[in-house]
Every structure is written in structure tokens, then in C-alpha cells.
């Protein structure tokens, strides 16, 4: 089975920050890697799909990068609508796996 | 509009099963694959596993195997998860959400509001 690692697990930030979470696949997925946005008791939101592609009506201050075993997301002026957890997720046809999560608090 | 609305709290001993529905409407059920993620208080999402609605197949998470059943209606529009033994470590926020699965994307597009099940004795 393939594995997910993301770093930090948590980071504290200010408005206005760039902010970067990495996500590793313990083996070569190509760019078959997502990366969502969750709030607090709410459901997971799409941000990036296939590595770096933007869902459209995301904010474009959102982008991904990588292909392989090792991904970066971004977020290049951090806003307080922001602050939330962020995972990537892998799919392979009929198995997906999330990572772990980042949780973006405030500093 | 989209919209996948799933059933209400659940409370259940261990050891007891539980079933956990959700409705699809605003689209075709059948063109669309359908997964179960699990989230625990204060940890990570989980996927669980995935059906196809059109023949009903299904792939689970290896982690679940041999407790899992996903299954579903589509005179209802409507996908079920049942999740039997359960234990103290099931108690969760159980989401079914759509796989969008079109021109190579494959990501889910449309969450449940989400199902909150406590096993507690």
C-alpha cells in the first residue's frame, strides 16, 4: 500500500504569510494527488487536483507543485479565511488514501 | 443542485452494527462513484471504500475488510454504509461523498453533511 506523509503536521502563521506543506508518497503516483481544505465541522474542500491544477472558483493565491513521491502546496498570502487543516489525498482507480493533515492556526 | 444527505446520529454499543444512509439528488446516481470517509474527533479523514452505483461493485480499505458493507438503491438514489463489530475507536463523523471521475479528474466533488456515530457502552 502506498503511503501518505505530510509536514509539518501543524504550523502557525500570520495574515499575509506564504505558507508551505509538503506531502511525500512512499512510491511514485505521478501527479495523481490531490489537496483539500477542511474547517472545523464542515466537509473537505477540493483545492487542487492532479498536483497542481486549480479548481475552478478557488483563489489562485492556493497552487500546488510535483510529480513522483513529493508534492509542495502553497499558499502565497495567507488570509484569515484560511486557517484551516489541509490534506493531500492520493488516488490510484479504486483506492484512495488521505495524509495525515496540516492544521494552519494563527500565530 | 447536488446535494448527497445522509441520515442522522447514531448511537450504539459496541460489539452492535450500524447503517448509515445517503441520498443523492440533482444528478444521474448512476454515473457517478460514490466513496465512504471516515473522520474521528480531532484526527484525519479515513477513506473507507468505494461503490459503483450502476452494478453495485464495491472496494473497501484494507483496514475495514471483513466489517464493511457498501450497498446500494437506486430506486432511491440512495448508497449505504454498514459498518458491523463496531468498537470505541469507530466513533466518528462518517461522510459519503461523490467521485467526480471525468476526462482523467478524479476527486470528490460533493460531500454529506456528515454522520456522527458513538459507540459507547
Known amino acids: 500500500d502506498i503511503q501518505m506523509t505530510q509536514s509539518p503536521s501543524s504550523l502557525s502563521a500570520s495574515v499575509g504569510d506564504r505558507v508551505t506543506i509538503t506531502c511525500q508518497a512512499s512510491?511514485?503516483?505521478?501527479?495523481?494527488l490531490n489537496w483539500y481544505q477542511q474547517k472545523p465541522g464542515k466537509a473537505p474542500k477540493l483545492l487542487i487536483y492532479d498536483a497542481s491544477n486549480l479548481e475552478a472558483g478557488v483563489s489562485s493565491r492556493f497552487s500546488g507543485t510535483g510529480s513522483g513521491t513529493d508534492f509542495t502546496f502553497t499558499i502565497s498570502s495567507l488570509q484569515p479565511e484560511d486557517f484551516a487543516t489541509y490534506y493531500c489525498q492520493h488516488y490510484d482507480n479504486l483506492l484512495f488514501t488521505f495524509g495525515p493533515g496540516t492544521k494552519v492556526d494563527i500565530k | 443542485q447536488v446535494q448527497l444527505v445522509q441520515s442522522g446520529v447514531e448511537v450504539k454499543k459496541p460489539g452492535a452494527s450500524v447503517k448509515v444512509s445517503c441520498k443523492a439528488s440533482?444528478?444521474?446516481?448512476?454515473?457517478?462513484?460514490m466513496h465512504w470517509v471516515r473522520q474521528a474527533p480531532g484526527q484525519g479523514l479515513e477513506w473507507m471504500g468505494i461503490i459503483k452505483p450502476r452494478d453495485g461493485s464495491t472496494t473497501y480499505a484494507q483496514e475495514f475488510q471483513g466489517r464493511v458493507t457498501m450497498t446500494r438503491d437506486t430506486s432511491r438514489s440512495t448508497v449505504y454504509l454498514e459498518l458491523s463489530s463496531l468498537r470505541s475507536e469507530d466513533t466518528a463523523v462518517y461522510y459519503c461523498a461523490r467521485d467526480l471521475f471525468l476526462e482523467g479528474r478524479r476527486y470528490f466533488d460533493y460531500w454529506g453533511q456528515g454522520t456522527l456515530v458513538t459507540v459507547s457502552s
Open positions: 440533482g444528478y444521474t446516481f448512476t454515473n457517478y462513484y
Open positions: 512510491q511514485d503516483i505521478s501527479s495523481y
